[in-house]
């Protein structure tokens, strides 16, 4: 029997060729010459890319025995997942090849701006011998911020620590105890800002942390702090950090990301007491070495049928019983619905199963809620594969509980968590009719029926007249379309829950405007278009 075939569109490292050559039927193609991919996929089992190479419907269409795709790197914005999974095919990337890099390079940068490295290289170099002008600081006895505690944060953070220095956290979606664990004290931003020497940025990039450190913040800040940024261009704002810099309210920044890559011309440039690198932060030979390992380790899994860990959709994740895959997307959305909610992760997660579809394996029920719980407060792709690691991470626990007894529906699916603070959390769907329409039933304890749609918000205030209308005049006036409005309450005059579907996104200021208007006790936005 013929060997599968295993076409290499990009370059790949020479131990990750070898791992496939023993096994496999190896070619080699120009990924970046569209006409030539399509030509050389026809027969091929697997292809490995970089970011190059675009495969999409296209590649899928014409790759008729194509199962796994592998994009030897983190990010898959080359590879249109949504199509390989539609096509059956597996996609893989090596998500952690580069984390090790990215924390060594955030500190590198970090001594350098210390240490005034660059600026004494080069005026050496010209013949110049200024100790006294590049005087640096010591690390030990320090405090460092870490702005997020993601898997490098926690590397920068441990390596840091072995200076001794003191290191302070902030992050939302970390639990005390976890960040305990590694000797970290977790903190609110404004209390990092005011007491670290460093800071060093390691958080995802997306509506909630763009411009997250600008004029304001560089205004709470020690006039003698250092700000790293190897994380993604964008979180620091640049314009505000070039006036900090010029009114001396912080000492020194080291840049390796910008709000638009490739950058080669910036105000920061201009200034001496920064450090810049063109966006260095995977670049070495490890991580390219560990990246073409990786997936070619993957790329065996898949051809020998075996389970994969670094695949990103469903289809690599084994045999999902027919009656549970369309419930997949459901908890998903019930996952992304409950982070909105919660504004956080809790300390405590439990996926509740009841009904007919019980009969079946639901664990990955656990894993679709648990992929969109975390899907809007991580730097990574989140699958179903890496979802229990980064609860772990984080300190959830994490119960699944079914059940064939369901009272009100055939089947009916419940994302609940308890936060630090005690309080519970809970919303749950199900799906009804031939189609699988989807259906939003209960919100923190409110019975509804209601779509769940890209845009939604929810209100909890105290039951009287005329709030409907006062909503419904604010989102006008806003220019908003409204798709679906439902209220529920336990009690004539108590507590009752609005929950709103929209044509477009809320906002936060509109958000909090609504909840303002109407004297309510919590007022939060969905986006699951994001």
């Not at 899928?60 to 590879?79: H, I, K």
């Not at 993604?232 to 900090?244: F, K, Q, T, Y």
Request: with cysteine.
């Amino acid at each position: 029997m013929s060997k599968p075939v295993v076409l290499v569109a990009e370059e790949l490292s020479p131990a990750g060729m070898a791992l496939l050559e023993t096994d496999f039927d190896v070619r080699r193609a120009d990924g970046a010459d569209r006409a030539a991919l399509l030509a050389s996929v026809a027969d091929v089992d697997a292809i490995i890319v970089r970011s190059a190479t675009t495969v999409d419907a296209g590649v899928f269409g014409a790759a008729r025995r194509l199962r796994v795709v592998a994009r030897a790197g983190v990010g898959l914005d080359n590879v249109d997942v949504e199509a390989a999974t539609k096509a059956g095919v597996m996609v893989v990337n090596a998500p952690t090849s580069n984390i090790v890099t990215a924390a060594e390079h955030a500190i590198a940068l970090l001594l350098a701006s210390a240490r005034n490295v660059p600026q004494g290289h080069a005026a050496l170099k010209q013949g110049e011998w200024r100790r006294s002008k590049y005087t640096g600081v010591e690390l030990q006895d320090k405090t460092v911020g870490v702005l997020g505690l993601g898997r490098i944060g926690v590397l920068v953070a441990k390596r840091l620590a072995a200076f001794d220095m003191k290191v302070i956290a902030y992050d939302p979606y970390v639990q005390a105890p976890r960040a305990a664990q590694l000797g970290v004290r977790l903190v609110q931003l404004e209390e990092l800002l005011r007491e670290s020497d460093f800071i060093t940025v390691h958080l995802p990039k997306n509506k909630e942390t763009l411009g997250l450190i600008g004029d304001r913040e560089l205004h709470l800040v020690k006039p003698s702090v250092r700000l790293v940024n190897a994380a993604r261009g964008g979180i620091i704002d640049e314009s505000a950090l070039d006036l900090a810099l010029k009114e001396r309210r912080v000492a020194g920044a080291a840049i390796d990301v910008f709000s638009s890559e490739p950058c080669t011309d910036s105000p920061l440039f201009h200034h001496d007491n920064v450090v810049v690198t063109p966006h260095l932060g995977a670049s070495t030979h490890e991580a390219q070495e560990k990246a073409g390992t990786q997936v070619a380790r993957s790329v065996r899994l898949a051809l020998s049928g075996e389970f994969v860990p670094d695949a990103v959709n469903v289809q690599g994740g084994g045999v999902i019983a027919e009656d549970v895959k369309p419930g997949l997307p459901l908890t998903e959305k019930l996952g992304r619905i409950f982070t909105a909610l919660a504004g956080g992760v809790p300390a405590r997660l439990e996926v509740e199963v009841r009904g007919e579809i019980t009969e079946h394996d639901v664990k990955v029920l656990e894993l679709a809620a648990l992929k969109g719980a975390f899907t809007d407060v991580v730097e990574e792709s989140v699958t179903y594969v890496n979802a229990p690691l980064l609860s772990r991470d984080r300190g959830v626990e994490v119960t699944l509980t079914t059940t064939e007894d369901s009272a009100d529906w055939r089947n009916l699916i419940t994302v609940r968590g308890t936060m630090a603070d005690g309080s519970v959390v809970s919303v749950a769907g199900t799906l009804t009719g031939p189609r699988h329409a989807e259906r939003l039933v209960e919100v923190n304890g409110y019975a509804m029926e209601i779509a769940p749609t890209a845009h939604m918000g929810f209100f909890t205030y105290t039951d009287r007249p005329g709030i409907v209308g006062m909503v419904g005049r604010l989102l006008g006036d806003a220019g908003i379309n409204i798709a679906g409005m439902q209220v529920g309450r336990h009690k004539k005059g108590g507590k009752a829950l609005i929950a709103l579907t929209v044509d477009s996104a809320l906002g936060p200021d509109l958000t909090d405007a609504i909840a303002a208007e109407i004297g309510a006790e919590q007022g939060r936005r969905v986006d699951l278009d994001a």
